[in-house]
């Protein structure tokens, strides 16, 4: 009789049935067997020092392989840490699955170490959410909780699997481990619908496309090529859909980022929105007024959000597109898309010229463009900040799918996630440079990950866009409480590539404009884990300050 | 001479507003915006001030700015703001005929300001 311990029995369904390679973890007592079972059954385990990482990365991991990620934590603070991580993949409706550690079910209402009620708490914050109270049920419980990650509308999921259950043995000839889903629930919008919205697309004279994380998420970078190019629409693409088609391609008009879209989509006559929100990022829909909205996405309750849709097309973008592929004109809108261009560009003046222009003290949009110089569109990057994350959305250009991503900017505004997604990045894609234009006030929450990043040999660079400050909440500070009045908002210079240093990574201070590139490129020739500290212009302010501003200063 | 007349009365308007009209006075009360419209080689200028509540003005184009629009020459700068269209805007920015200096999101905090009393 083979018996098999309830944690490895967890492993076993991960790795033989879901294909698991990676868990994102820290450990913890309640837990134990679980971790041993992923030695066992060789699930590479990266461990983190603070929880929220282990969630952020999984949830990384899920934006970057397009598979689940899967994170472990320990009960009670484990579970706590992890919160805001779990939240923020809810936001952002992420297949994110959590296994969590709990008190034992023998010692409910005893006072236990760690006992408190997990599930009520992560409740509102998941797609799904259970205890598993026996062990041969625990690949049952797994399989439910992948299927509700990632079928449909994506989104976490929590499992709780208590040490009574983990530490238990049975015989593994009782278990019954549920074969994989092979079948992919296909929601199709009707052919009335289809046929409006290619009827909108063959007549439109100023369109644009749209595309969000359901773009990225559907992995249709394919039909999306061919779809774009037949109809010739101007493409920009945000968030996890950043890179399904390259930021360069002739189309694409995400050079002009949130400056961009905020002169050109005031006059577009068409919007074909795939898998994107219109959220208070993109002004609840009221910034194109005048134009007629196709929107497609893979929840119907989405389509009439904050904006009517002319037309509603209900499904997965990629399917959606392929079924609008055959219905569409081949169309040329070059004259369209240059002036689309042109105006982004007079528009942005000032931020162009100061691209190209030396500074002292530096400017962070300069400070970006070096990065550029250096590295190119064959990388991936990540910026994580208030200002930092605007001048990282413009000034990065990348070809590959989620190559430019700014976490922080995301619906939770989640500060911190930058080296989470770097490391995440870098572990999904070893031979590519990985790079996180980092704010320094944010450096603080996750910074010790840089631990993490020399433990197992993640070397990715962090370059710190450093204001001495919470430059956003600052700038607004000085004009609503007064330069005089700012408060919680200064932090001083502070030599993060120092503790980078007494990590083991490779760490260097930046203060003029000339050893950006030098600096940048010692730090790849390290092959460590870099930190490069760049003193930036504090008195600069971004655009995404002045929205930001200007939302509360209307209320 | 028509935008000189344009840029004053546009002015005029913003200050008469910032006492009279309440959505206007709510819009301004917190702002601190220097914006200005000038044509390219100078000769017309006119900066508005607000800061928060409170509005001025001043003429001439060397002065500090959150944004700038500069426009190419003063007949289209007039036509184009007259029209009141973010389309002949686009149009204008688009043909090479106006661009922005500084942070174009004050530009556009600066038309919803004016679209409360225009």
């Not at chain 1, 009520?120 to 998941?126: L, N």
Request: hydrophobic share 40%; charged share 20%.
């Amino acid at each position: 009789m083979s018996k098999i311990y309830g944690g490895h029995l967890a492993a076993k369904y991960l790795k033989e049935v879901e294909h698991v390679d990676m868990v994102f973890t820290l450990s913890g007592g309640h837990i134990e067997n679980i971790l041993d079972g992923l030695t066992e059954y060789k699930i590479k385990t990266i461990d983190v020092r603070h929880e929220q990482v282990a969630a952020m990365m999984a949830h990384a991991w899920s934006v970057y392989t397009n598979k689940p990620g899967v994170c472990l934590v320990t009960a009670g603070p484990g579970f706590t840490n992890a919160l805001t991580g779990i939240v923020n993949a809810h936001l952002e409706n992420v297949p994110l699955v959590v296994l969590c550690g709990r008190h034992p079910l023998r010692d409910d209402l005893k006072g236990a170490l760690q006992e408190m009620n997990q599930i009520d708490m992560v409740k509102p914050v998941t797609k799904w959410c259970a205890t598993c109270y026996e062990t041969k049920r625990i690949p049952e419980y797994l399989s439910i909780a992948f299927r509700q990650a990632t079928m449909g509308r994506p989104g976490p999921v929590f499992l709780e699997l208590p040490p009574d259950i983990l530490f238990e043995e049975v015989d593994e000839k009782t278990v019954v481990i549920p074969k994989r889903r092979t079948h992919k629930t296909v929601t199709q919008p009707g052919k009335n619908e289809l046929e409006e919205a290619a009827r909108l697309i063959n007549q439109a004279k100023k369109p644009i496309f749209l595309g969000g994380s359901g773009v990225g998420m559907s992995g249709c970078g394919d039909i999306l090529e061919k779809f774009i190019e037949k109809t010739g629409v101007p493409i920009s693409l945000v968030n996890y859909g950043r890179g399904v088609l390259s930021d360069n391609h002739p189309l694409s008009v995400n050079g002009g980022g949130f400056t961009g879209l905020n002169a050109g989509l005031p006059v577009v006559d068409v919007i074909i929105a795939a898998g994107v929100r219109f959220n208070w990022l993109l002004q609840c829909g009221q910034l194109f007024p005048d134009a007629k909205v196709i929107r497609i996405d893979i929840d119907p309750h989405e389509i009439d959000r904050n904006r009517h849709a002319d037309v509603g097309l209900a499904g997965d973008v990629g399917q959606v597109l392929g079924q609008l592929l055959p219905l569409v004109e081949k169309r040329d809108h070059s004259p369209w898309l240059k002036s689309f261009k042109n105006a982004y560009s007079a528009f942005m003046t000032s931020e162009l010229e100061k691209r190209k222009t030396p500074s002292d003290p530096i400017h962070p949009i300069r400070l970006v463009e070096q990065i550029m110089t250096v590295f190119g569109d064959d990388a991936f990057y990540v910026a994580d900040g208030g200002d930092t994350s605007y001048y990282g959305l413009s000034g990065f250009a990348s070809k590959h799918q989620g190559g430019v991503q700014t976490p922080a900017g995301g619906l939770l505004g989640c500060l911190g996630t930058g080296i989470p997604f770097a490391l995440a990045a870098k572990l999904a894609h070893p031979d590519k440079p990985v790079i996180v234009l980092q704010g320094d006030g944010s450096f603080g929450f996750n910074g010790m990950e840089f631990d993490t990043a020399i433990r197992h040999n993640i070397p990715i660079i962090c370059i710190i866009n450093n204001d001495c400050a919470w430059g956003m909440i600052k700038h607004s500070q000085e004009v609503s409480l007064g330069a005089n009045r700012l408060t919680c908002s200064e932090l001083g210079m502070r030599h993060y590539e120092k503790v980078v240093e007494g990590l083991g990574g490779y760490g260097e201070l930046v203060t003029i404009d000339a050893e950006i590139i030098p600096a940048i490129k010692r730090a790849v020739a390290s092959g460590k884990p870099a930190c490069i500290n760049v003193m930036t212009d504090p008195t600069v302010t971004s655009p995404a300050t002045v929205f930001f501003y200007q939302s509360f200063s209307e209320l | 001479m028509r935008l000189s007349i344009l840029l004053f009365a546009l002015y005029q308007l913003v200050w008469i507003s910032s006492k009279t009209n309440r959505a206007f006075k709510k819009f301004i009360s917190k702002a601190k915006v220097r914006f200005l419209i000038k044509t390219e080689d100078g000769k017309y200028a006119r900066l508005f001030v607000f800061d928060q509540g409170r509005v001025s003005t001043a003429t001439g184009p060397d002065h500090a700015f959150d944004a700038a629009l500069v426009w190419k020459d003063p007949k289209i700068a007039f036509s184009v703001m007259l029209k009141k269209n973010q389309v002949a805007v686009f149009n204008a920015a688009a043909e090479g005929k106006l661009k922005i200096e500084g942070m174009s999101v004050f530009a556009l905090w600066f038309d919803k300001a004016t679209s409360h009393i225009l």
